[in-house]
Each structure stands twice: as structure tokens, then as C-alpha cells.
T-cell receptor, first 114, second 111 residues
Framework: SAVISQKPSRDICQRGTSLTIQCQVD?????MFWYRQQPGQSLTLIAT?????????ESGFVIDKFPISRPNLTFSTLTVSNMSPEDSSIYLC???????????FGPGTRLTVL | DQQVKQNSPSLSVQEGRISILNCDYT??????FLWYKKYPAEGPTFLIS?????DKNEDGRFTVFLNKSAKHLSLHIVPSQPGDSAVYFC??????????FGKGTRLSVIA
């Protein structure tokens, strides 16, 4: 299985600021995803991070609000821009492993916006 | 519109008894189903999966049953242990599309 780390593990931010979350995988993976889990809700896919090209966003999520970078096959960042209290959530990085045909998740970043 | 539904937000079971977690889906294109377990302050961890060509998959104490005609799957844990207490997410996908998750069911196993 893939080992995924995320930084920071948690943060408390002020309204209007931005936070960049990093995701590092211990092996090269073709598919990386960013999810959000708001309180009491399911995990919701934000976007697929594509290596060397722009991320693919799901309905309801836009690049200006959630810019994503993926410079190589083991690393990605998600920025939550111009934050509001509604952005308070757990943000999770996920990767798909071809060898096991399974998706794995990082430990998550718990974000609180005041 | 929720494509994957877990209608029971919580479940309590006595240690040693069977835990049954249920999941319904609406998208008939889904062909791969997974269960994830999540402890507080950790990311979801993969538990067990089943392909739509099967109706049962077993791994130790965990068994997943798939009823395609009813668009229903269930996870059975037997015997249940206190360490099984966690939130369980049902997820589904079609082809290589990213997973779609249910809202989760919080299982409490009482010693």
C-alpha cells in the first residue's frame, strides 16, 4: 500500500487568508485526488490532481478557490484561498494504486477558519 | 443527489456479536465497491472491496455482500471487537473514476 503524509495536520486560520496543504507519497502514483469532509458529511471529491497539467475539478469547486499543483508523481499541494468559516473541514489527499486497484488516503488536514 | 447512501448514522453492538453495516447506491454504472474504516484524527483506511461480478467477498472477520438487483451492499463483522469501533464509509466507483462515498456509519462495539 502507498504511504501518504500531509502537512500541516491541522491549522486555525483567519478569514480571508489562504492555506496550502502538502501531500507526499512514498511511491510514484498516476492518480492523486483531493477530498473534503465537512462536519457530518461524506467525503467529497474536490479535484483530480494531474501531473504536468491543470487539475480536473468537480462540480461546485473552482481553480480560483482551490488551486492545485502537482509537479511530479509523488507530490501535490492544495491551496484553500480567501478562506471563510464555511471552509472549515478536513482535507484529505488520496492516491490510486494500479498494483492493488485500491485508493489510499492520507491522514488529513483539519482546518478551522475563524 | 446522493449516489451512495448509508442510512444509519450510528450502530451499537455488543462485543462478540455480529455487526451489519448497510449501504445503498443509485448509479447502476458502479462496478466496484469498497469499505473504509476511519478512526478520529486519521484518514480512512481500506478494509475490503468487492467487484460487481461477485456477490460475496470474505477477509477474516469481515465479509461484504453485494445484491446488484437491489443496489445494496452490506459489511458484516463477526465477531465484533471493541477495536472495531470507528466510522465506516461505503464507497463506489465505475471504471477508473474516483470513489463516491456515503456519509458513514459510526459503529460502537460495547465490551
Amino acid at each position: 500500500s502507498a504511504v501518504i503524509s500531509q502537512k500541516p495536520s491541522r491549522d486555525i486560520c483567519q478569514r480571508g487568508t489562504s492555506l496550502t496543504i502538502q501531500c507526499q507519497v512514498d511511491s510514484q502514483v498516476t492518480m492523486m485526488f483531493w477530498y473534503r469532509q465537512q462536519p457530518g458529511q461524506s467525503l467529497t471529491l474536490i479535484a483530480t490532481a494531474n501531473q504536468g497539467s491543470e487539475a480536473t475539478y468537480e462540480s461546485g469547486f473552482v481553480i480560483d478557490k482551490f488551486p492545485i499543483s502537482r509537479p511530479n508523481l509523488t507530490f501535490s499541494t492544495l491551496t484553500v484561498s480567501n478562506m471563510s468559516p464555511e471552509d472549515s473541514s478536513i482535507y484529505l489527499c488520496s492516491v490510486y494504486s494500479d498494483s492493488t486497484d485500491t485508493q489510499y488516503f492520507g491522514p488529513g488536514t483539519r482546518l478551522t477558519v475563524l | 443527489d446522493q449516489q451512495v447512501k448509508q442510512n444509519s448514522p450510528s450502530l451499537s453492538v455488543q462485543e462478540g456479536r455480529i455487526s451489519i453495516l448497510n449501504c445503498d447506491y443509485t448509479n447502476s454504472m458502479f462496478d466496484y465497491f469498497l469499505w473504509y474504516k476511519k478512526y478520529p484524527a486519521e484518514g480512512p483506511t481500506f478494509l475490503i472491496s468487492i467487484s460487481s461480478i461477485k456477490d460475496k467477498n470474505e477477509d477474516g472477520r469481515f465479509t461484504v455482500f453485494l445484491n446488484k438487483s437491489a443496489k445494496h451492499l452490506s459489511l458484516h463483522i463477526v465477531p465484533s471487537q471493541p477495536g472495531d469501533s470507528a466510522v465506516y464509509f461505503c464507497a463506489a466507483s465505475s471504471g477508473n473514476t474516483p470513489l463516491v462515498f456515503g456519509k458513514g456509519t459510526r459503529l460502537s462495539v460495547i465490551a
